[in-house]
């Protein structure tokens, strides 16, 4: 996957993908076109013939561009879901922690809001970079050492430490969670046979035995939509990548309502 694209815009992405199908279909209909069509030219009704080979091949080949666009579509909303599930564990641990007496309830919270700023500030960035934040993981260590070396002395205490304990968890899951899906994305073998795909659909235009005008007419509207279908799959197979991203929005609304923090966080 070539990954500059997302340090463009996605309209930017949008005309390069178009435009360059394009000018692939228009090239392939003034230089290969002619040659193709030799081999073909003698059959009888070859554009029948043509026509119906390209429609058994676009329904193969729309099924399998539907459902990638599904699947990428399926993983971006997927992720979306567990970061706003992570912000929301973040938020029950924090009114948990509520419960705790002082000083260990400040100090509780002054960590959780400091993992919380860590996310929106330094792992989010690193995550548009497709790289795997790491400091999270040892301030909820530190989150979790200090939550263990609290003692309850009554009975209450020791249910609201309990619930603490299985705040805590689901938060330390879904964080995993969260880090596997930066790296998550349609395999490199299915982006080949995409691209392959693409090409033979067009090069099957070439084949019809008809006007250089309709030629490129016909062919140009079938390859820029193509093109715009691989833009739209494209934009959404990295989750946290590019401008179609999933951002720390839930994070920074945790952050400023419920810890009563500030962030200078602007997508």
């Not at 119906?52 to 399998?64: D, E, K, Q």
């Not at 929106?120 to 989150?143: D, H, M, V, Y």
């Not at 046979?193 to 509207?221: E, P, Q, R, T």
Request: proline share 3%; net charge neutral.
């Amino acid at each position: 996957m070539f990954y500059w694209i997302y340090d463009i815009t996605t309209a930017q992405l949008a005309i390069l993908f178009s435009a360059f199908f394009l000018a692939v279909a228009w090239c392939g209909s003034l230089v290969f076109g002619p040659v193709l069509r030799l081999f073909v030219r003698r059959q009888a009704g070859c554009n029948d013939l043509v026509g119906y080979i390209l429609s058994c091949y676009c329904v193969f080949y729309g099924l399998l561009l539907g459902l990638i666009a599904v699947a990428a579509y399926q993983n971006f909303m997927d992720t979306n879901r567990t970061v706003s599930e992570e912000a929301a564990a973040v938020t029950a641990l924090y009114r948990d922690i509520t419960c705790y007496p002082e000083p260990d309830r400040t100090e509780l919270q002054d960590l959780l809001r400091e993992y919380t700023r860590n996310v929106i500030e330094k792992s989010w960035p690193l995550q548009r970079e497709g790289l795997t934040p790491t400091e999270g993981g040892k301030k909820l260590n530190a989150f979790l050492a200090r939550l263990a070396a609290f003692e309850p002395n009554t009975k209450g205490q020791e249910i609201i430490h309990a619930e603490t304990f299985s705040s805590f968890n689901d938060v330390s899951r879904l964080r995993r969670l969260r880090v596997i899906c930066i790296t998550t994305g349609i395999p490199a073998i299915m982006w080949y046979v995409v691209v392959i795909g693409a090409f033979l659909n067009i090069a099957l235009v070439w084949l019809f035995d008809m006007k250089l005008s309709s030629h490129l007419m016909l062919g140009g509207v079938l390859s820029f939509y193509i093109g715009t279908v691989i833009c739209l799959i494209a934009a959404m197979d990295n989750p946290f990548r590019g401008e179609v991203s999933i951002g720390p929005d839930a994070f920074v609304n945790v952050y400023e309502t419920v810890m009563g923090g500030k962030t200078s966080h602007g997508r």
